[in-house]
């Protein structure tokens, strides 16, 4: 079963605009990435955000984590033609009782963002 | 840096053959990942390792499948017989958890076909 779920499936919006997406979760994790992927390519990491973190930006994005609803967002600024692409969020659990250990890290089922130029 | 490396970028097999799928982590990563990505199921976590060391194999369908991590800089992802159904793109991903860690990196898939 997958434990991240994006929201929306399906994102088209025009070269400038803000671009965000959603991702919930179910269980505990020690942290959660966000990964993107262009058709018919790999998965190209974007940014990591760790259980005790609130925010964190890099370049034109921005992630915001929120453990008590178990929730992220991916903001994507003044999009661009070439940010087309599948992204994916992918929770990062621990395996041990302890939760120190990195772990399983599964995907959601992504969402596709289409930037008209 | 070269990456992952996984070999080979395309496979087409017919039915019942034995398919090896192959990875390269990058030097020094400490966690590999396989996984299996089509339309309908998305991305599938079939097994990671961590030192070499299976950690978690539940994602892996069926006995056919078998995952082998023989040393730092190798793993194969093998299917035997194979089926039509088992077409998809398999990634292979490493990691370094030590020290800062900041996510994984994916190789570019092997694109197989089950004819």
């Known amino acids: 079963s997958q434990q991240g779920e994006e929201d929306p499936q399906a994102l088209s919006i025009q070269e400038g605009e803000n671009a965000t997406m959603n991702c919930s979760y179910k269980?505990?994790?020690?942290?959660l990435q966000w990964y993107r992927q262009n058709s018919g390519r790999g998965l190209v990491h974007l940014i990591l955000i760790r259980s005790n973190e609130r925010e964190k930006h890099s370049g034109r994005l921005r992630v915001t984590l929120d453990t008590s609803k178990k929730s992220s967002s991916l903001l994507i600024t003044a999009s661009r033609a070439a940010d087309t692409a599948s992204y994916f969020c992918?929770?990062?659990?621990?395996?041990?009782?302890?939760?120190?250990?990195?772990?399983?890290?599964?995907f959601g089922q992504g969402t596709i963002l289409t930037v008209h130029p | 840096d070269a990456g992952v490396i996984q070999s080979p970028r395309h496979e087409v097999t017919e039915m019942g053959q034995e398919v090896t799928l192959r990875c390269k982590p990058i030097s020094g990563h400490d966690y590999l990942f396989w996984y299996r990505q089509t339309m309908m199921r998305g991305l599938e976590l079939l097994i990671y390792f961590n030192n070499n060391v299976p950690i978690d194999d539940s994602g892996m369908p069926e006995d056919r499948f078998s995952a082998k991590m023989p040393n730092a800089s190798f793993s194969t992802l093998k299917i035997q017989p194979s089926e039509p159904r088992d077409s998809a793109v398999y990634f292979c991903?490493?990691?370094?958890?030590?020290?800062?860690?900041?996510?994984?990196?994916f190789g570019s898939g092997t694109r197989l076909t089950v004819v």
């Open positions: 992918a929770t990062d659990r621990p395996t041990n009782a302890g939760g120190t250990s990195y772990g399983k890290l599964t």
């Open positions: 269980t505990s994790i020690n942290n």
């Open positions: 991903a490493s990691g370094l958890t030590i020290k800062r860690f900041n996510g994984y990196t």
